[in-house]
């Protein structure tokens, strides 16, 4: 079964991320802690997408489990899956060591011996890949696997609760973050000061400055101010219809009064009833990763101007699409100073030492590795958290700068 696949990979990737192999890939590998962090967060981000697939496959009625697009598209998965599973073989023998009684029990316990052990960076490319197909497999599903379903609640839990569930997760990781608090401050006098008509504001910049962080911390503490809310990841939405579909489903979710046919409506109908149910209410709306601006053309024509304070908040890496905000409702968000990225990396590295204090005869070195970060927190939080767990001696750290 599919869903035996999932959890096996999902086992596996815990193991990938758990204290004891972090410490093993940060020995093997103490002059790739870039490559490292960033096959981790890739790892994270597949275990989650797996997790919900899982959760998904659990709740899908027993009839659905006869048509053909969802039987495809579950075996597309389950070979996915086992892909993955691969690859993390992969990965824990490539760090693995003979010697470790405990490591050598879990390759012994049910990880295949690759026949050719691959370099870092080909499985950092491969995890890539893997990353990349989790999320066309999502589009697919919401492209034809709905219709299969129609008239049935499963799917549509399983899209609310994924959106809730990457809100949860990107709340969590803000309160990693630093130097953020004018922005939060400035988000905030937006959404509870500005007027009673309805106001887009849009937080952009460039990946890994932790947008989606800001938004979400936000999010947590004004949404219970507002009649409805909703929180949708618009990267992996392909389809305006999909998009609308999502949101509409969010909405009814939380009066529990889901349209039976909300699979097969088409553009007008999702319109109209998104209208209906806004007219009036004061909802606040957060769509996360916005690329096109066309994505966001027909959720206007749905959104209810009925001056009851709502507002629609957009994060965005995309300047055509920073445009659609309200006169003056751009946040910019910059990289972090000097400063603040050091603030930010020791709390991370040196979370165990009083103060988050940096070891006086390691500043030097970990001065240099901030600098390569350039100010990017979400980077900065990955490196931090992957050398919390090395050795703190100044010869191991100079490796790892080299």
């Not at 491969?126 to 999502?138: G, P, Q, W």
């Not at 849009?202 to 009649?227: C, I, P, Q």
Request: aromatic share 8%.
């Amino acid at each position: 079964m599919a869903e035996a696949v999932i959890l096996l990979a999902v086992k596996k990737i815990s193991i990938a991320l758990g204290n004891e192999a972090i410490s093993q890939a940060s020995s093997r590998f103490r002059n790739f802690v870039a490559q490292i962090a960033e096959l981790h967060g890739s790892m994270t981000r597949i275990s989650r997408e797996l997790r919900f697939i899982h959760g998904f496959l659990c709740k899908m009625d027993v009839r659905n489990r006869n048509d053909q697009a969802y039987e495809i598209w579950v075996e597309e998965t389950r070979k996915l899956a086992h892909g993955i599973e691969d690859i993390v073989d992969e990965y824990l023998h490539l760090v693995g060591n003979s010697h470790d009684i405990r490591w050598t029990f879990y390759i012994t316990k049910g990880f295949k011996k690759p026949e050719v052990l691959l370099s870092l960076n080909r499985i950092v490319s491969l995890i890539k890949e893997a990353d990349a197909s989790l999320v066309h497999l999502f589009q697919v599903k919401e492209r034809w696997v709905p219709m299969a379903s129609a008239g049935q609640s499963n799917n549509s839990g399983y899209i609310v609760e994924r959106s809730q569930y990457v809100a949860s997760t990107s709340r969590s990781i803000s309160g990693d973050l630093v130097g953020i608090e004018q922005n939060k401050e400035t988000l905030l006098n937006c959404l509870r000061n500005d007027g009673m008509a309805l106001s887009t504001i849009v937080l952009h910049g460039m990946g890994g400055l932790g947008k989606t962080a800001l938004a979400a911390n936000v999010y947590k503490g004004e949404r219970e101010y507002y009649d409805c809310h909703a929180w949708i990841s618009v990267s992996q939405t392909n389809s305006p219809v999909v998009l609308l579909r999502k949101l509409l489903v969010e909405f009814f979710h939380q009066e529990e009064n889901l349209p039976s046919k909300i699979a097969t409506m088409d553009m007008i109908g999702i319109q109209e009833a998104l209208g209906e149910f806004l007219k009036e209410k004061k909802y606040l709306i957060v769509l996360d990763d916005v690329r096109t601006p066309e994505a966001l053309n027909y959720l206007s024509g749905a959104l209810v101007q009925n001056l009851k304070g709502s507002r629609v908040v957009i994060t965005t890496r995309i300047a055509n699409v920073a445009i659609l905000a309200s006169e003056g409702r751009v946040l910019t968000i910059d990289c972090l100073s000097e400063v603040k990225s050091w603030e930010l990396f020791c709390k991370k590295a040196f979370q165990r030492e009083t103060n988050h204090d940096c070891p006086a005869d390691l500043k030097a070195v970990s001065e240099k590795i901030v600098t390569k970060y350039k100010g990017l927190p979400l980077a900065i939080v990955s490196v931090g958290s992957l050398l919390s767990v090395r050795e703190k001696n100044l010869a191991e750290w100079k490796r790892i700068n080299n």
